[in-house]
């Protein structure tokens, strides 16, 4: 039953977009792509849906092939976000729909019940163009689960979404997995993907550099972050002295580190005991999934990677 | 391509979404309205010929061979070929007078141009009067008329009595060219039949030329329009490239084909009211108000050199569409379609003395300029009907041909973004895609 992608690899002139990557998305789930720009989150989206053709590899879902799948399997939410802007948004989620094969009536019916959903039912005969981005984006994202989708796929879904539509979005994807459907999104957000998903995939230039469930890629690294606070001592400053240790975050309510794999992190209280010093907070945690990120792609928003030739890679 | 066994209904749902918006906008009501208006104006051009016409002059001289001919003919000649002098129309459109010199001499004068009409009054052997025009021109409407009311009565007054049958049999009268030489069939045509006639190839060969550039770019226009908002990318999931490409054609060209019933309408009410407009503009002719040549045939071939001329021609627009990213950079992308245009149309406007026989009968054959040269060939009466169909079968499948291309192109070239593609990456993608 589940989305597997075998060894699907791509390339685009010089740019190899995917590089063989492997997949298992159970369904039912709710599935976080991260990766940094140009890292093949789109490509990979798009040939899953089929809209591109990979030039190796296989896609399945539920032991189909998805050039064999019908349409109305997927669910897409473009990164770039757009509507015919002279319709009326009614006009164009009946039509979208139509086009995937729900009954027009039927249609009508649903979208309501979405932009009531997302509190904008005055919105229903009003033209595209006349509304605000983050309403156009919640049009689309309606235009894209209208048809009842088995799996959603979203490019970057949250952006440009103010706090509160960023809650009614996050809303309406408990809605879709409560209905039992598969979502699989890519953001930049660490943050969503923590609160949201049960597991995750992380992309870095075409090769998946970890995959897991959120608590399995934090352990993934094999490090360990240690939170300790001194009464009277802010700096620290002897905690750089010990081996292994980095310190990763100084801040006035506690200081943080990060101990290479294999160090015991009961070192770093000792240490602070057999200084006599008075420790008011220590804490041994995982990762936090911006740190193994970090770790495996390098920086978060490292747009130059987009352009960057196989060669460099290899 | 999984699109192939699964056109319908997506295609004809896109069609319908095509067709409202581009109806509904305003920019289609006035291109109507003005089309309609343009059109309208044309179909009455004949009579306006005829009214600037009307204030000519023909100087025509009478040979009378005839013995004992009514002695006043000339002024009953110049009575009902110019009516009463009035204040409204003091120059007389005829100037009659008999000929000084030789019979030779006057057919010297009229071939180098001396006067525009010879007529000749002879005598059968049955006694009654016959005539014999030779001008450079041939006698239609008004002047066909009026030369005809105008042999009756002198042959009726030569009789010196009159009965029904005198009135309604029709007298001898003969229109011949002015050279000799030259037979009857050969009389040139005067100047508002040929306009007619002219504006009957021309017209349509226009009509197909208009529709070709006006609708085809709509669809580059619609494909680039779904690139530049990103819808594409919504529609790409929901539908395949082929049932977009189908859709939009389709949509479109029903969204012309509209426009051009309401201008089609506008022609027929047009043609319809030149009788009654010719009548009231020049009262006393007895104007014929049907265009040379438009045939039925030749409407049945206008109607189908324009839906195979718009199917090519827009599935073309739209692969060539689907490479842009912006609605203004269709009109660059789209130019080398235009070239292509142009030479058809060129080819047809320009007809068998720059290109040839040969030439227009070849090109009548080539898929991309059929629409136009045969449509001319057609107007003229020149083609066979194995010719003319034989290019409906080209047509028919150099569009499968252009099909099959366009879905390839406009599913790689959706795709993509950025400067304009080269049509190099643009086959490498076609390669790869679905």
Redesign the interface.
Known sequence: MALILDSVAKRFGDVQALDGISLQIEPGVVFGFLGANGAGKTTAM?IV?????P?SGTITWSGRSN??LP?ET???L?E????????NVLDQLV??A???GVKPREARREAFEWLERFRIPEYANRRAESLSKGNQQKI?FI??VLHDPQVLLMDEPFTGLDPVNVALLKEAFLEIKNRGKTLIFSTHQMETVEELCESLAILDRGRIAVQGTVRGVRASTGRQVVRLAIDGDPEIAWLETIDGLKVTRRGQDYTEAELERNRDPYLVLQAALSRNLRVRHFEIADPSLEEVFISHVGRIDDSERRLAPRAVHA | M?GWRTLFP?AL??AV?EYR?RVIGRTFAIGTVFLAVLIFSGTQLPILIDYLQGNSQTRMEVLVNAQSVPADWRETLDLVLNGAPSASNPRPSWVITPVTGTPDRAQQDLESGKFGALMTIDRDASGKLTFTIRADWSPDGRNAGYIKNAVQLLAIEDQGHLTLSDVTAPVALRLLPVNPQDGPTSLPKSTSQEVSSILVSTVLVVMIFMAIITYGTWVAMSVAE?KG????????????PLQMLTGKVIGNGAAGLTQYGVVIAAAAIGTVAQGPIRRLVLPDSGGSSTFEGLTPAVLAAFLILFLLGFLLYSLLYAALGSLVSRQEDVQSATSPLMMIIMVGYFAAALGPDIVGEQGMAIMSQVPFFSPYVMLRRVAEGTVAPWEFGLAVVLLLVSIGIALFAAARIYSAGV?LYGQRASLREVMKAAR???
């Open positions: 798009r849906l089929d809209i591109l053709r030039d050039t064999e349409r997927w669910g897409y473009p770039e976000r757009g509507l015919y802007a002279k319709m039509f979208f139509k086009l995937h689309q235009a894209a | 999984n997506n749902y896109i979404r918006s779904e908002s990103r819808v594409m990318e919504l529609m790409l999931n929901a539908t395949t795709l790869v895609s679905r």
